[in-house]
């Protein structure tokens, strides 16, 4: 019981430890938001009463995360650009959920099959939104804030296909390639293939990969700047995902993906009358 004991106190003081660094790095960076450009670390103790050994070292790790960089003509630190590149997503992914929710309920009304908006991120495909139809058969639904299986759903497929490379082996690897059903594709060399045939046909598809008898098709949004940054999903019982019924389907999901598109100000989709 002693041993116990003394094992949960170190884990506390552990987790105290890491949450008051946390906090420190997280002063650190807010400082140098107002106060910048550039600022050094002598100076960075003195305004925050920090430890300059406390400074450097966390200097040092958000260094390493690209939240912060070192000017290599001197000692002096900036914010990184990943920092930028959150805050951008951060922005795009506010104004892409208002912009896409009216159309995401439009397209599961005239569809009635559920239908989804997703964005990748460092973790995966994540569920940004959402619209069930009442006639939907899903029993394994992706909640909002989850993520979606990134190798076997189509919205995430849509999604990941306009990656560079290295994001996209990154997103595989993390979240492994499980094998829902016999039709998954397990292997990454098979899905990055297939994530090839993604961009070059324009939309994807999943038959039966996540979920036996459900079926998925899925069309990328583009940003103002034409780069896709989510991707538009619908699913339902694979029955009604066949023939003229598909091509349908596949048609409703890539107009709504365009209109999006062109509310977001992608001249390219504004140009094609969306």
């Known amino acids: 019981m002693a041993l116990t004991s003394s094992k949960k106190r170190r884990r506390t003081a552990g987790d105290a430890g890491s949450s008051k660094s946390l906090q420190k790095a997280l002063r650190i960076l807010l ?20 430890n300059k050994t406390t400074v450097h070292r966390l200097l040092n790790a958000m260094e390493k995360f690209s939240m912060i960089e070192r000017n290599p003509e001197g000692d002096r630190y900036r914010l990184g650009l990943k920092l930028h590149e959150l805050g951008t997503k951060a922005v795009e992914s506010r104004t892409l959920r208002t912009e896409a929710h009216r159309f995401l309920l439009e397209l599961s009304r005239v569809s009635r ?3 989804s908006l997703a964005v990748p991120g460092p973790g995966g495909v994540v569920c940004l939104d959402r619209a069930d139809s009442r006639d939907t058969v899903i029993t394994v639904s992706t909640p909002i804030g989850s993520r979606f299986p990134a190798h076997c759903t189509a919205v995430a497929k849509a999604a990941l296909a306009y990656l560079p490379e290295d994001e996209v082996d990154a997103i595989l690897r993390g979240a492994g390639l499980t094998p829902y059903t016999s039709f998954t594709l397990t292997s990454l060399p098979a899905v990055k293939k297939n994530l090839r045939e993604v961009a070059e046909r324009g939309y994807a598809m999943d038959c039966q990969e996540t979920e036996r008898g459900l079926t998925g098709v899925a069309a990328p949004v583009r940003s103002r700047e034409g780069r896709v940054i989510a991707a538009v999903g619908m699913a339902g019982p694979t029955p009604r995902f066949q023939g003229k019924e598909l091509a349908q389907k596949i048609a409703l999901t890539k107009d709504t993906a365009a209109k999006i598109s062109a509310s977001l100000g992608d001249r390219r989709a504004a140009a094609n009358g969306h």
Not at 31 to 40: C, Q, R, S, V
């Open 113 to 115: 099959e559920s239908v």
């Open 31 to 50: 400082h140098m938001g107002e106060n910048g450009p550039e600022m050094g670390v002598t100076q960075l103790a003195s305004e925050l009463s920090l």
